[in-house]
């Protein structure tokens, strides 16, 4: 598990739910020894500390640092690991991609495609032939209707809803509890019922 932080432990809960016994974490920033975490943290670098053959997951809640880790992985033939908790809905006609973490609660319909490395979070819902690019982030609650594309490493915030067939670009954040109405430019940050821009907020 690379990142130890708190999305990092829920991960972990996912994984030992699906029955992986032994989960080790790797994060160069956590102190050796750790008194206050549940699974033991090896403090270095990820090329240093990968074992070989053991299922890796980047658990890193920072979406395009979590696609640039997984994409390192791959690079090195590493064994990511997809995790899926068995209370989550994922209909057999959808795709999720390499080391993407579906949780508890979070539904996924017909036709969705999910790329590498995403987080479907608790309780999200991604409707019906949605296509979320590599690195994408529905957080918890988050509800995208059909036909909604989202792209690579774009983070949906906590309760926020898109409605049918909008399309967002790349490195979007929708604030938490935004209704995005209409199509998102790369880069931009909406929030509000109906969404706009933050800019317009003056920041
Ligand atoms: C949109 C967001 C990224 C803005 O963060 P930020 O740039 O640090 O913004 P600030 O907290 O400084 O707030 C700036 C202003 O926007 C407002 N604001 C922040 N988030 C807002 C939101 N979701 N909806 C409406 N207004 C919001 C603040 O009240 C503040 O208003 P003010 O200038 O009138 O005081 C953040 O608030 C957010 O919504 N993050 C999503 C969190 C999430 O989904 N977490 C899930 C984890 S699994």
Redesign the pocket.
């Known amino acids: 598990m690379i990142g130890a932080g708190g999305h990092g432990r829920v991960v972990a809960d996912i994984a030992a739910a699906l029955g992986y016994a032994e989960i080790v974490f790797i994060d160069r920033r956590w102190p050796e020894q750790t008194s206050n975490h549940i699974w033991p943290v090896i403090s270095q670098d990820v090329a240093q500390a990968l074992a070989p053959e053991t299922d890796t997951v980047v658990a890193i809640?920072q979406c395009r640092t979590r696609l640039a880790l997984l994409r390192d992985l791959q690079a090195r033939r590493a064994s990511i690991a997809t995790l899926i908790h068995p209370a989550a809905v994922v209909s057999p006609h959808a795709i999720i991609g390499l080391g993407s973490v579906v949780m508890p609660e979070a539904v996924i319909n017909v036709g969705a495609r999910l790329g590498a490395g995403c987080i479907a979070?608790t309780a999200c819902s991604i409707d019906h032939d949605c296509q979320i690019a590599d690195g994408v982030h529905v957080?918890?609650g988050a509800h995208l209707a059909g036909g909604v594309t989202v792209g690579e490493a774009s983070?949906v915030?906590?309760g926020s809803a898109v409605i049918e067939g909008m399309t967002l670009g790349r490195d979007v954040?929708v604030?938490?509890?935004?209704v995005v109405t209409t199509a998102l430019a790369d880069g931009v940050?909406v929030?509000?019922v109906p969404a706009r821009p933050?800019a317009e907020?003056g920041?």
């Open positions: 809640g979070n957080s918890p983070w915030g906590i954040m604030a938490a509890g935004a940050t929030y509000g933050m907020k920041q």
